[in-house]
């Protein structure tokens, strides 16, 4: 791949640097007197080079770091586009037919090794990649027909989603599912796809892995700016699912919750985000809209089922903090100055 202007302007102006001091170091040395001044003159004349061409590797390095962090938030805005836009896949799918090319091939080529990236700029080439590989992939393949940036109302149907959900393969399928689905989906109608298929269906449970990976993927994010990007879209679809779930529990028998590994998966994972929500600081927006998140995981459970009737569905659910509640404590510990890090639970 050939060099960038960039770098080109880079190496003419760290030459330009080191031949200018280089002479004024010569200058004002007593490089030119006979005996001991020379000798002392040769010394400070070396050691002025030396410094001169360590400040030179110095820009030369802060120079590179700039320029990999500018070509880096380029290339992280056309993953965007890629992922947002019908026209701009296939546009690249075309190039790709035309050329004989592979698109996982040539998005590969677009990680340089040498390159620490952020996890931001991971995330979205992991998004971009997917969409352009030339293999098939059917939970892609259910969302190209979407031009995101033409969607003008989200939907409040989430059975929608459920083909995109149900061929999720990985965990980068449910990312993808779970990023289009925070353009496309309000956040609400889930209570009613659940009284269709039931708690433990695998679209929900899909559904369920994506948030859990993209809450992950924020809790090892360390820029502000990138913190704000995740928190709007992870929180929307988490309060959506949160509260879709609870709100769920008053169409079924009661008896039948988490008595299978996919219904115990699910519930695990509504603890789990409640969790996560409570340890970071989400928007003033969203704490107006899904209120229960400033309630701990027992006075939640005693909201959604109060009273006598409910006492034995409500002691299971409430166990799942004992049995989740240490352990993702410890792997992802709260936010300072968050509800979670303030009351210690």
């Known amino acids: 791949m050939p060099s960038s202007f960039f770098d080109d302007i880079g190496e003419d102006d760290t030459s330009t640097a080191y031949t200018y001091y280089s002479t004024w170091s010569t200058n004002y040395t007593t490089s ?19 410094l001169e061409h360590g400040i030179a590797k110095l820009v030369s390095r802060s120079a590179k770091r700039v320029h990999e962090e500018a070509v880096a938030a380029l290339q992280k805005g056309g993953f965007r586009a890629m992922f947002e836009s019908d026209d701009v896949r296939s546009t690249f799918r075309n190039i790709f037919i035309r050329r004989g090319e592979f698109g996982e091939v040539v998005s590969f080529s677009w990680r340089r090794p040498s390159i620490e990236y952020s996890i931001e700029w991971s995330y979205w080439f992991k998004l971009a990649s997917r969409c352009l590989s030339t293999r098939p992939n059917a939970s892609v393949e259910a969302a190209i027909p979407v031009n995101i940036d033409q969607v003008s109302s989200p939907t409040s149907c989430f059975s929608e989603f459920e083909g995109i959900l149900l061929n999720c393969a990985d965990t980068v399928d449910s990312l993808f599912a ?6 496309y989906w309000n956040g609400k ?15 929900l449970l899909n559904f369920a892995k994506g ?14 700016l990138a913190l ?5 879209s992870v ?4 309060g959506g699912f949160f509260d879709g779930l609870w709100e769920s529990l008053e169409h079924f028998e009661q008896s039948d919750v988490l008595e299978d590994d996919n219904s115990l ?7 789990n985000i409640h969790y996560f929500l409570r340890s970071v600081k989400i928007e003033k927006v969203l704490q107006r809209e899904y209120p229960t998140f400033a309630s701990t995981w027992e006075e939640t459970c005693c909201h959604y089922l109060p009273g006598v009737r409910h006492e034995k569905i ?12 240490p352990t993702v404590r410890e792997r992802y510990p709260p936010r300072k100055w968050t509800v979670a890090a303030t009351e210690g639970h």
Request: aromatic share 20%; net charge positive; proline share 2%.
């Open 189 to 203: 109608g889930i209570e009613s796809f659940i009284r269709k298929k039931g708690f433990d269906d695998p679209a």
């Open 235 to 238: 929180c929307s679809n988490s």
């Open 265 to 271: 998966a699910i519930w695990s994972s509504v603890f």
């Open 211 to 224: 948030l859990i990976a993209n809450w992950e993927i924020y809790f090892t994010i360390t820029k502000q």
């Open 228 to 232: 704000y990007f995740f928190a709007d």
């Open 314 to 325: 409500r002691k299971r659910l409430s166990s799942l903090r004992d049995l989740y509640g």
């Open 178 to 183: 779970n990023e289009f689905m925070h353009y």
């Open 32 to 50: 030119n007197l006979p005996g001991s001044g020379r000798i002392v003159g040769n010394f400070y004349s070396w050691a002025g080079s030396a």
